[in-house]
């Protein structure tokens, strides 16, 4: 029940928090904030209670070369008020990258978090160097692996090939015991690749996904194609 796990979490062997290292070269803000996050609240223990601060430390390096996808870097405003009237303030994110380099993940990060009283203790334990550097041997933090979260594009029509799923696994035995994510890949039978012949067939495949017409008109978000009245 609920008071033994708050009893257990009290045990400070179990509280325990671990260090870990993460490289954010090349990866896309929105999806390594999430795993930070997880990581910040401690989603990934067994033991995690939304009362109790059970996370661990997070060393990021390289976050000056995070990436976004598309126009972001461009189109995206951070924004900002200095409490005077007339104060809202804002600036292209890639000018406020290239002059904070750290601040962007942090931010993305922060906004994941629970606005409660532990969101201040979780964001101390998050550390973030823009090089490849940082000043925390001491506590030997560990690397984590970083899972995928989206599947590639296999061209195929909606529905048609399963999304990856993310997994718990354990690793370790007495106090090293831990949980880390992965993910499974789908598997493409020889079911799904019938299917896929007879939409290429169809013509019906084409260079992404996501420009696919569903075959019974549906459009992402239950949105049904000009022309089309019923289900």
């Known amino acids: ?35 930070i996050a997880t990581l910040l609240q401690g989603k990934h223990k067994p033991i995690y209670a939304p009362s109790v601060d059970c996370g661990d430390f997070v060393v990021v390096v390289n976050s000056s070369d995070v990436v976004f996808t598309g126009k972001k870097w461009d189109k ?28 962007i993940l942090r931010r993305a990060v922060l906004g994941m978090l629970p606005p409660n009283k532990l969101k201040y203790e979780r964001e101390t334990r998050l550390k973030i160097f823009s090089g490849p550097d940082h000043t925390h041997h001491a506590q030997s933090p560990v690397p984590f692996a970083l899972h995928r979260t989206v599947p590639e594009d296999l061209h195929a029509p909606w529905g048609l090939v399963p999304e990856y799923r993310v997994n718990f696994r354990k690793e370790g035995e007495g106090e090293s015991e831990h949980w880390v994510m992965e993910t499974t890949e789908p598997r493409v039978t020889k ?38 009245t019923k289900y």
């Open 76 to 103: 995206k405003l951070v924004r900002w008020h200095t409490r005077f009237p007339g104060g809202l303030k804002q600036i292209p994110a890639k000018n406020y990258h290239k002059e904070f380099p750290d601040r």
């Open 191 to 228: 079911a799904i690749k019938k299917r896929l012949r007879q939409f290429k067939n169809d013509g019906l495949l084409g260079n992404a996904s996501s420009q696919q017409p569903h075959p019974e008109g549906f459009q992402r978000g239950g949105v049904l194609r000009p022309g089309v």
């Open 1 to 35: 029940n609920m008071s033994s796990l708050l009893t257990a979490l009290r045990n400070p062997v179990i509280k325990q928090p671990r260090w870990w290292v993460v490289d954010a070269q090349g990866q896309r803000v929105g999806r390594l904030a999430t795993q």
